[in-house]
């Protein structure tokens, strides 16, 4: 194998294997807006078109070296997506709705041309420049080439325009622009010999490399629905990326290595790519401890923030509390200063969440009936029942005994439940509470009829910061704490907290348990 086939076809895998990399770290964040599936799509079309040509150039002239070649019809991809991505993010997917219409019609054409009528796409495979094989080109072929080129060109005029008319998303746009000039002025560089154009392919192998740079213009943005944190995460993942490539690409070239320079010794190619995969596992655990810790002094922050500010409204309905005789407003004052005392105490209980698993500190051992607790969260959330008109049936053994532990952070947790309820039922649904002994302890239930849980959702719904889209879509401000801090306080009464639901729009039911 020639210097400059290694380095064509390994460059190819590299991209590949790059390209992939962003693909699987978009597709774990949000896959399902609109705009990240246009950019899977995006990212996969440059991916598929490094994997064929990595392959199909170190393939021998033979059937199934020309079979392979078919595949590359699917560059078509590239425009479709390039087209439907670009219109779609610059506002334009709507009112030229027919040309990204005929841009699929365009590829499926091609693409069916190319499976059904082989011998119009290409002749056959031959050897040319320093590749092993490569398609002898018929009129299919040239037409489906054509439509790779200039098909973007329209939607980059469009991307020009916009960013003319500038606005908050005129430096997104020239990432993109940037991006297209280096897609689409590499990407004919590997099909000039072909023609009798004296032109080097090499400079192709960077082609895909375009994805990265509109991956930035979405980060720099915010625009993939993904948090703001995750900007960091996107680097860490493409120089992590980017490492692991090298890795595989290493093997790869060891018998040049080897051949080329004497000196170095077959164990020693396979010493670094192992050096190299420790440190790849170990940047990646660095950087998912460092994730865990931003989150939590994230939570830290804000929790310390608005403690003081609370504590000073507590002061003032106090005072307000001593001159107020009128029996109305000092009912009205009596709530707010209740309302403020819950939020400082679970503001304390958010800064608690953020500190490591194993802290235990600030917990009360009384002797605490459930029964009040269980009585006073319904109360506290009639309003939102009255104005959704849910029904709560309960059913409480009042001879349950005490248990031992923290009223306050007992109360929290079911406070969570209930309110969680009441926030994902339907509205005039029924809710049931139950509050028994069974097994030495005392169980609380709440059954709604709400949105259920999806099966594929069940092993995260404690997780801190998760949340079901279809909760997400019933409550807009959650932050996926509530039943993780839940969770937590339960388990330091060395209590268990679980859930059952049979699926989505079938309702749950949440129940604890803490030894009596």
Known sequence: MSTELLLFSAGHAFSAVVLICLWIFILFKNWKSKQNILFLFLTFSAAFQNVYISVGSVLPVSDFSYSWWLLSVGKVFITVSYTHFILEMIGRAKALRWYISGSYVAAAFFIGAAFITPGLFMSGVHEISFMKS???PEIVYNLHLAFFLLGPIYPFIELVRSYRRGGMNRRRDSYFILASLIAFGLGPTGFLFIYGIPFSPLPSIFFGWYAFLIAYGIFSENLLDIKVAIKQAFFYTLLV???TAAIIAIPLLNDYIVSRYPVVQLWVIPLLSVLGAAMVGRAFWAQSQESEHLKYEFITVVAHKLRTPLTHIKWEVTSLLDGT????????LERIDHSNARLIELSNILSETAQAADVRYGYSRDRVSLQPLVETSIQRFDPVVQRRKLTITTSIDSSLS????????LSSVVDVLVENACMYSEDGGMIRISLRAENHAAVFEITDEGIGIAAEDRKRIFT??????RARAKDTEGVGLGLAMAKTIIERHRGVLGFRSVGEGKGATFWFSIPQ
């Open 134 to 136: 490569f398609p002898i």
């Open 241 to 243: 990326a980017i490492a």
């Open 325 to 332: 005789p009128q029996p109305e407003v000092r009912s009205a």
């Open 402 to 409: 005490p248990v031992v532990g923290d009223a306050q952070r």
């Open 464 to 469: 801190k910061f998760f949340r079901t889209e």
